[in-house]
């Protein structure tokens, strides 16, 4: 039989798609040669060699003709060595070993000696033979257990060449392989790491908490030693077990990527992904040569993204996470293709709050500047929006870029209310400030003591919350003051340790015309931690 033909399967993404292997013998002044057309990458144009030392080494012989390989259809490009088992068998058919193979659908690959190796995408290929009613599945033993859960599939897990050759000729002697009896809800290994190991860290625990129940990205803020970390790989023990819609989707591009434990099956935990900052873009968004490959993104669908040191990630990297968190997918465009791998994953982010790790830590000196602490968040402006933050040792206000929409600089003004005079004793000083400026303690001092200076040394402090305060205008302002009201973020200290001096910065006239001479001071409990605030 000169001609004959098997099936086989590509993989182009995360799918498969059906291949048919054509092998002709004939005779040729060249003994012995062999011809592979259909557009096959490296590794295929070398199989010819493998194929021929495992059809000698299993006893099979290679034909004393010229051998075509044609592998249809010729558009689609033919990557990996999965295609080494139907050549062999194609070119065995055509010696006569057996019939047609027209209900079987083969891959993978041999050793010199006739051993079949494990291949990637071995899940894909299965639901391609269920897509186009192929019975029959053959394939490396390896990767039987993954193939196995495609319903409508007979799969059979082979190690050896000759094995296939008595399996084809006597296939009442052979069993499909059937997937492993699993709960639907596997539980969490004990190396894992548990969440309920935590101790203390009530805030964090709770933000993660949320996050989790709805989905959210977190982004953890805090100096070294913290828990950021410790508390981010704990973050995918409480998310929700995968369905087996998910499973299945993430077994699949675990599979493609060749990150799939060898022998296993579905995979029922959440996978969490833990790139390093000198990744790349292609590495984290996926690409490659050749065929684009599925990148950390995609290897963290219904999972867990985590990227530690946030802001040494390099700035292009992070800005193309901005189509994976809004679309929650990734499209890649090649000249001759364009994939879409899915990307549906939760980003988890830690971060210092400054190149030195210390800003607001106060236990460790920062000595960083406002202008090296803001060039820092700025990395970090685009995908982290709306973030959770969690600072286990910094207090609540000293962060230098609380925004409500992200994390990014903050200046503080104030301004003249509608209506104010316009007079340099009464219209009120437009004060900018950073916020480190404000919590450097020195700082403070320094203003304080110039106020102190320009008023010739004022009368002394008041307690926090007086109900009226003579007015240097005429009258009383009982009723009609507005006062700031700062929290230092610490469990021990409450309001009542806050205490005011010179409010009248803080006091505004019915009219919103400040009074004139306004400062303010603010004296806090000893070892209290709450920042002045201009």
Same mark, same amino acid.
């Given at each position: 039989?000169?001609?004959? &033909?098997?099936?086989?399967?590509?993989?182009?993404g995360?799918?498969?798609?059906?291949?048919?292997?054509?092998?002709?013998?004939?005779?040729?002044?060249?003994? @012995?040669?062999?011809m592979?057309?259909?557009?096959?990458?490296?590794?295929?144009?070398?199989?010819?060699?493998?194929?021929?030392s495992?059809?000698?080494?299993s006893?099979?012989?290679?034909?004393?003709?010229?051998?075509t390989?044609n592998? *249809?259809?010729?558009?689609?490009?033919?990557?990996?060595?999965?295609?080494?088992?139907?050549?062999?068998?194609?070119?065995?058919?055509?010696?006569?070993?057996?019939?047609?193979?027209?209900?079987?659908?083969s891959?993978?690959?041999?050793?010199l000696?006739g051993?079949?190796?494990?291949?990637?995408?071995?899940l894909?290929?299965?639901?391609c033979?269920?897509?186009?009613?192929?019975?029959?599945?053959?394939?490396?033993f390896?990767?039987?257990?993954?193939?196995?859960?495609?319903?409508?599939v007979?799969?059979?897990?082979?190690?050896h060449?000759?094995?296939?050759?008595?399996?084809l000729?006597?296939?009442?002697?052979?069993?499909?392989?059937?997937?492993?009896?699993?709960?639907?809800?596997?539980?969490?290994? +004990?190396?894992?790491?548990?969440?309920?190991d935590? @101790?203390?860290?009530?805030?964090?625990?709770?933000?993660?908490q949320?996050?989790?129940?709805?989905?959210?990205?977190v982004?953890?803020?805090?100096?070294?030693?913290?828990?950021? $970390?410790?508390?981010?790989?704990?973050?995918?023990?409480i998310l929700?077990?995968?369905?087996?819609?998910?499973?299945?989707?993430? $077994? &699949?591009?675990?599979?493609?990527?060749?990150?799939?434990?060898?022998?296993?099956?579905?995979?029922?935990?959440?996978?969490?992904?833990?790139?390093?900052?000198?990744?790349?873009d292609?590495?984290?968004?996926?690409?490659?040569?050749?065929?684009?490959r599925?990148?950390?993104?995609?290897?963290?669908?219904?999972?867990?993204?985590?990227?530690?040191?946030?802001?040494?990630?390099?700035?292009?990297?992070?800005e193309?996470?901005?189509?994976?968190?809004e679309?929650?997918?990734?499209?890649?465009?090649?000249?001759?293709?364009t994939?879409c791998?899915?990307?549906s994953?939760?980003?988890?982010?830690?971060?210092?709050?400054?190149?030195?790790g210390?800003?607001?830590?106060?236990t460790?000196?920062?000595?960083?500047?406002?202008?090296?602490?803001?060039?820092?968040?700025?990395?970090?402006?685009?995908? *982290?929006a709306?973030p959770?933050?969690?600072?286990?040792?910094?207090?609540?206000s000293?962060?230098?870029?609380?925004?409500?929409?992200?994390?990014?600089?903050i200046v503080?003004?104030?301004?003249?209310?509608?209506?104010?005079?316009?007079?340099n004793?009464?219209?009120?000083?437009?004060?900018?400030?950073?916020?480190?400026?404000?919590?450097?303690?020195q700082?403070?001092?320094? @203003?304080?003591?110039?106020?102190?200076?320009?008023?010739?040394?004022?009368? *002394?402090?008041?307690?926090?919350?007086?109900?009226?305060?003579?007015?240097p205008?005429?009258?009383?302002?009982?009723?009609?003051?507005?006062?700031?009201?700062?929290?230092?973020?610490?469990?021990?200290?409450?309001?009542?340790?806050?205490?005011?001096?010179?409010?009248?910065?803080? +006091?505004?006239?019915?009219?919103?015309?400040?009074?004139?001479? *306004?400062?303010?001071?603010?004296s806090?409990?000893?070892?209290?931690?709450?920042?002045?605030?201009?």
């Amino acid at each position: 039989m000169p001609l004959f &033909k098997t099936r086989s399967a590509a993989v182009c993404g995360i799918d498969a798609h059906p291949v048919d292997v054509e092998v002709d013998l004939y005779r040729s002044g060249m003994a @012995r040669d062999f011809m592979l057309v259909g557009m096959p990458d490296t590794a295929v144009r070398e199989s010819r060699e493998r194929i021929k030392s495992a059809l000698m080494n299993s006893g099979f012989g290679y034909p004393n003709q010229a051998v075509t390989v044609n592998l *249809a259809p010729a558009h689609l490009r033919k990557e990996g060595a999965g295609f080494d088992l139907p050549m062999a068998l194609a070119i065995l058919g055509a010696m006569g070993t057996f019939k047609g193979l027209d209900k079987h659908l083969s891959v993978g690959e041999l050793s010199l000696d006739g051993t079949i190796r494990p291949v990637r995408g071995a899940l894909s290929v299965a639901v391609c033979a269920r897509e186009h009613h192929i019975e029959n599945l053959i394939l490396p033993f390896e990767n039987a257990e993954e193939a196995s859960v495609v319903e409508g599939v007979n799969v059979f897990g082979v190690k050896h060449l000759a094995e296939v050759v008595v399996m084809l000729a006597k296939p009442e002697n052979f069993t499909a392989v059937r997937p492993s009896a699993r709960p639907a809800n596997v539980p969490v290994s +004990e190396s894992a790491p548990d969440f309920r190991d935590v @101790r203390g860290q009530t805030t964090a625990k709770r933000g993660l908490q949320v996050a989790a129940a709805g989905g959210h990205n977190v982004l953890m803020i805090g100096p070294p030693g913290s828990g950021k $970390t410790m508390l981010a790989k704990r973050f995918a023990g409480i998310l929700p077990p995968l369905s087996f819609e998910e499973a299945i989707e993430t $077994t &699949k591009i675990h599979s493609i990527a060749g990150v799939l434990p060898p022998g296993g099956g579905l995979l029922h935990t959440r996978p969490f992904r833990t790139p390093h900052h000198t990744i790349s873009d292609a590495g984290l968004i996926g690409g490659g040569t050749g065929s684009p490959r599925p990148g950390e993104v995609s290897l963290a669908h219904n999972g867990v993204l985590f990227l530690d040191e946030f802001p040494e990630f390099p700035r292009n990297v992070l800005e193309i996470l901005r189509q994976p968190l809004e679309d929650l997918t990734v499209t890649i465009a090649r000249s001759n293709m364009t994939l879409c791998f899915p990307a549906s994953f939760m980003l988890v982010a830690a971060m210092n709050p400054c190149p030195c790790g210390y800003y607001g830590d106060t236990t460790r000196e920062c000595r960083c500047t406002p202008a090296i602490i803001q060039r820092y968040l700025g990395k970090i402006s685009g995908p *982290a929006a709306r973030p959770h933050r969690h600072s286990d040792r910094s207090t609540r206000s000293s962060f230098p870029g609380t925004t409500r929409g992200g994390v990014g600089g903050i200046v503080r003004r104030y301004a003249p209310a509608s209506g104010a005079g316009t007079g340099n004793s009464t219209r009120p000083r437009v004060q900018q400030c950073s916020n480190a400026d404000a919590d450097d303690p020195q700082a403070v001092r320094a @203003r304080r003591d110039r106020r102190e200076d320009s008023r010739n040394g004022d009368a *002394a402090h008041e307690p926090f919350g007086a109900r009226s305060r003579p007015d240097p205008e005429g009258g009383s302002n009982s009723g009609r003051s507005r006062r700031l009201r700062v929290d230092c973020g610490e469990a021990h200290c409450g309001s009542d340790s806050i205490q005011e001096s010179r409010p009248e910065l803080l +006091e505004l006239t019915g009219n919103g015309r400040k009074k004139a001479g *306004a400062r303010k001071d603010l004296s806090f409990r000893p070892g209290c931690n709450a920042k002045t605030v201009f």
